[in-house]
């Protein structure tokens, strides 16, 4: 019994009081109140791709819609050719064809809420993972209509998950409040990346554990994350996002980060 009520009061503290914090915040900030009547154009985050003749790759992200936004992130995945005129996105949806190609400007508004860049590729670095990043889309294996499932996945977040780790060349992260980042099919799954020297077991993506070089030490409880990163010095809120330790510039809303490699 003294270890029970030990584990809720862990789990209260670490993953419900966070949470509840933030959904609060959440409830506190303008949002339009239906999908029709939110903004969904671009947000002039990137610059037009004509600008630029050289490959880019980026992960974007920007909070959900609804009530959903305290929780998750809602993520996707740009890609300029060399050469090109024009980006490439690549979502999963929840309504018809899950994976929509040039659905919604590049760097679009989601529910109203802005976009930001959590990981980018440019030059020479994008161009050698483009044929990865095409192979992993199309080798997805929920991309049929009925395959999305808003928790614990697969999910928006799962796709964008499962191209990372598909081309780890990229050298990109989910964010930690990307609710379904972590889903992995059966009942368990566990093992050691020798790639990104992280060790992760999960049991459907609603408890698991990640330790390495990469994650640093992350605890995962019904999709929610808290840790902490020691490569980039940074807190792990529940719901929250990343807080950055050691910068100046904190992206407390969605908890996302920029690494930009030449």
């Known amino acids: 019994m003294r270890f029970a009520a030990r584990l809720f009061l862990f789990i209260g503290i670490v993953f419900i009081l966070p949470t509840l914090a933030t959904a609060a915040w959440w409830s506190l900030q303008d949002r339009p109140s239906t999908w029709r009547e ?54 999963k949806v929840g309504w018809g064809s899950p994976i929509r190609k040039n659905a919604y400007p590049a760097d679009a508004y989601w529910y109203s809420n802005a976009p930001e860049i959590v990981h980018q590729l440019h030059g020479a670095s994008a161009e050698a993972v483009l044929a990865g990043i095409d192979t992993a889309i199309a080798d997805y294996p929920y991309s049929k209509a009925g395959d999305y499932h808003i928790w614990p996945g697969p999910n928006s977040n799962s796709f964008v998950a499962h191209v990372i780790r598909s081309v780890p060349q990229m050298g990109a992260r989910m964010p930690s409040n990307a609710v379904g980042r972590d889903y992995a099919p059966g009942a368990a799954s566990f093992g050691w990346d020798r790639q990104r020297h992280d060790f992760k077991a999960t049991l459907g993506g609603l408890l698991g554990i990640a330790a390495g070089a990469e994650s640093g030490i992350e605890l995962q409880f019904l999709g929610l994350v808290a840790g902490m990163d020691f490569a980039r010095p940074a807190l792990l809120i529940p719901a929250y996002g990343r807080l950055d330790l050691w910068r100046t510039e904190t992206r407390i809303a969605s908890g996302t980060h920029s690494v930009l490699i030449e």
């Open 38 to 91: 939110a903004t969904w154009g671009s947000s002039g985050l990137l610059q037009p791709a004509s600008a630029d003749d050289k490959a880019a790759v980026y992960i974007m992200a920007a909070r959900t819609g609804g009530m959903k936004g305290a929780f998750s992130l809602h993520c996707w995945i740009v890609v300029k050719r060399p050469g090109a005129t024009e980006y490439e996105r690549y979502d």
